[in-house]
């Protein structure tokens, strides 16, 4: 658990600077900003999706997958309980931070590979590197977006700790085509959360988000058809 401890760390220390930054940074300059971080976004998800090695297994992914978010209201169900946490600490800006980082920091390739390796193997190297990579993030999301960014720390803590500590068990059915189309999905995800950045389009991305982990079902489906 040290790679994920580190990246709790990391996620709230960065945040945390980008607080005390956020009071040098002009209020004129966010927008611009969010929009850089948006267009960055956008080229982390469009590289990440390329892993995917079977169109099908993505469509049908984010079909049955949007079915089941839809069906569960989990975008509503999720902002209702952040929005209640955004009212308790009167900052208007909590939900959009908090959604937003935890997105960027959770849902990608090196979140789920990284933590496996954690668990497997005990292979820290690429949640370390991540660790990098979300502290600089965390520092700049949070001095545009406020300290909803910081509680990103706890998401990033859940996922990425369940994830090593059930890797042993999982690991007979994560091989490495499955754990392609799982990021390639993840990073569909983050191109959505990019242009909601970049272009306000409102998508709704944690309806889509179970659709991250139906590969784990369709691609065993598929070799069982001859389909792979």
Do not use: H, Q
Not at 46 to 60: K, M, P, R, V
Not at 69 to 76: P, R
Not at 204 to 227: D, R, T, V, W
């Amino acid at each position: 658990m040290t790679g994920v401890l580190a990246n709790f760390i990391g996620v709230l220390i960065g945040s945390a600077i980008g607080l005390l930054a956020k009071k040098a940074i002009p209020e004129s300059w966010s927008d611009v900003i969010m929009k850089g971080i948006g267009l960055c976004t956008l080229y982390i998800g469009i590289s990440g999706a390329l892993a995917g090695e079977n169109t099908i297994i993505l469509i049908l992914s984010m079909v049955m997958g949007t079915v089941i978010g839809e069906g569960f209201k989990i975008e509503e169900r999720f902002n209702g309980f952040v929005y209640r946490i955004e009212n308790k600490f009167k900052s208007g800006n909590f939900a959009n931070g908090f959604i937003t980082a935890s997105l960027l920091m959770c849902v990608g390739a090196m979140s789920i590979v990284g933590a496996l390796e954690a668990g497997i193997s005990g292979d820290n190297t690429l949640l370390l590197t991540k660790t990098v990579m979300d502290f600089i993030s965390a520092i700049v999301l949070s001095a545009s977006l406020g300290i909803g960014v910081g509680f990103a720390c706890i998401t990033v803590l859940i996922l990425e700790g369940g994830i090593v500590l059930i890797a042993d068990a999982a690991s007979p059915f994560l091989t490495d085509w499955v754990i392609n189309e799982m990021s390639c999905a993840g990073s569909v995800l983050i191109v959505a959360l990019g242009l909601n950045l970049v272009l306000d389009t409102k998508l709704k991305i944690l309806n889509y988000m179970p659709a991250m982990f139906l590969p784990l079902a369709f691609c065993p489906l598929f070799e069982a058809l001859g389909l792979a």
